[in-house]
């Protein structure tokens, strides 16, 4: 490596006119020879490629992508009604001017799946990524503090994490009146455990790597390394993990709007739509069950093959450390 | 080995404690005066009444006290008591836990005996359509909400063939399930499926982690045959890690429960919370959390200290 290091000795004269800007000079220096025309393919690249070529990831990315243009484009596109009651067109079969049909209040069962996909797709998601962050923060410090503060933080985990989440999630929604934040917290705060004991993991391997003994010895202090080394470096499992965290987000709403406790109406997520469906499954409308139900397990089913996907991905890029 | 479950065994109670914290910490965040709930809201009028009722039950000591005082009451089996339902939660739980039990039961051993020939055969046809249908089928379980999959199984059983009961056995006491047995097919199908998609998962890439190890090619190497080397080395083997799966993934079957017993008004503990959730009966909310987290905890050291004596590479 050092030396192909361009020094004023072995550059060509068209290198040593002063360039204008440095992206100039950069390509001249690829232009001499001297740098490589293309960057040695990173880690992110490779995996990446790794990515891409698992055909179900590729599906479930184009789900998702397909999924969050309908929710929150369509409804510019497509007027339905979405908020009045109106029992003249109550469960009206699929036919024209509503495509999918009218529900048990009237509304536009094609417009009323876009807005609760909003719903479900935004609280799912914020609480996944808040979940993900606690947890990284609390297993990263807890891993790489070490000792009794370690102990301390996991018999913690331990126990939340041994109240089933459904369980705990239920108490704490039945207190509060169920807004779209509050479910994001709720959500976020009974499911950020299993993250935090994957991170610690990590950041046990990771504290006694060179680089962040390095950075010790240098005068570091902890918070950096926590923030700057041990996270970042974990971002992989980390990417894995939220990308579960997000399908079982979207489950727990779902099954939370089923059990009578979740945003509570004239807001609706799938899971609300769907179970109000399902009070009519036995009179055989049954484009109040199949679209909302569809979205839930096409939405789900898409992001575990992202996951699984990004899985590879990121063992491909642990190989080479 | 003796140490390590001394140590562990340790640990659990420490969880224990911190579980009971918790659960006091929620009881009492709960929004609103214990007097006033208990006794209605006509008791603003009285305020002697209020400072009587919270000298006789404590409320009037600071919060470590009151905790104290509940926690010796919790050593003693009272779990608290029910206003809305006018019972101890303790006897609550004895009408109720049994009932789930038996169902959590029946579907985990379904499940179990499914999920490892299921993974086996995943794991020795990897990336092949066995391998390919299975995946498919444990993801779409994973991600149909476990209601609608209950509704389905009795639209299809129920309501078009008329084989099954909708509705799980009904009545006190625990005979009933065995004598309407019919009527408990359907939950504990719906409860198995939704296990057995968790479980496969992990029965194949046990099998799949355990194909690659030494002694799988030493035994090829001395001739035994494909057959056995899977049945008598590599089943075994991948049973181990399944022990510690059983233990961990305790606390999403009792969540199957919960939307299962709901969805067939089955009269366990996950309907009994399901329907005091809203009705707000905090009492029995927080006894039943209690009680399913010392289950799980229990279940967990167990399985950790099965680990240890069924893997002798294990050393602590």
Known sequence: ?321 | MALYIVRRLFQAVVVLLLVTLITFALLRSIPGNPAVAIMGPNVFRDPGAIKLFDQTYGFNHPWYYQYLLWLKQLLRGDLGYSWNLNQSVASLLGQHLVKSVILVGFAVILAVLFAVPIGMAQAVRRNKPTDHFFNGFSTFFYATPSFLLGILLILIFSDKLGWFPAEGPQGEGVTVIFQNFNAMILPIATLTLITLALFSRYMRSAVIDNLTEDYVRTARAKGVSRRQILYRHVMRNSLIPMVTLLGLQLPQIVAGAVVTESVFNFPGIGYLFYTQAQKQDYPTLLGIILVVSLAVIVGSLLADIAYAVLDPRVRY
């Open chain 1, 1 to 321: 490596m050092a030396n192909n290091l361009p020094t004023s000795a072995n550059l060509p004269p068209s290198a040593i006119v002063p360039p204008s800007s440095a992206a100039e000079a950069h390509e001249a220096q690829i232009a001499a020879g001297i740098l490589p025309a293309s960057k040695p393919r990173s880690a992110f690249r490779r995996g990446l490629e790794v990515f891409f070529e698992n055909r179900l990831s590729v599906a479930g990315v184009a789900v998702i992508v397909i999924m969050v243009v309908f929710c929150f484009l369509g409804p510019f596109f497509y007027h339905g009604n979405t908020s009045g009651v109106n029992f003249a067109q109550e469960t009206l079969p699929p036919g024209t001017g509503h495509p999918l049909g009218t529900d048990q209040l009237g509304q536009d069962v094609l417009g009323r799946l876009m807005t609760s996909g909003q719903i479900s797709l935004t609280v799912g998601i914020a609480a996944a990524v808040l979940a993900t962050v606690m947890g990284v923060l609390w297993g990263s410090i807890a891993g790489y503090v070490g000792g009794v503060v370690d102990a301390i933080m996991m018999r913690i985990v331990d126990a939340v994490l041994s109240i089933p989440v459904l369980l705990l999630a239920l108490v704490i929604v039945a207190m509060v009146t169920p807004t779209e934040t509050v479910l994001i917290l709720v959500i976020a705060l009974t499911s950020w455990l299993s993250t935090s004991r994957l991170i610690r993991g990590e950041a046990l391997s990771l504290r006694v790597r060179e680089y962040v003994q390095a950075m010790r010895v240098m005068g570091g202090g902890s918070i950096r390394a926590v923030l700057r080394h041990i996270a970042p470096n974990a971002i992989g499992t980390i990417m894995v993990n939220l990308t579960f965290q997000v399908a079982d987000a979207i489950g727990l709403i779902v099954v939370l709007s089923f059990l009578g406790l979740g945003i509570r109406p004239p807001e609706e997520d799938w899971g609300a739509m769907l179970s109000g469906g399902v009070q009519y499954a036995f009179n055989g409308y049954w484009w109040l069950i199949i679209p909302s139900g569809a979205c839930i397990i096409l939405v789900i089913t898409a992001i575990l093959w992202i996951g699984e996907g990004l899985r590879d991905a990121v063992e491909v890029r642990l190989q080479r450390r």
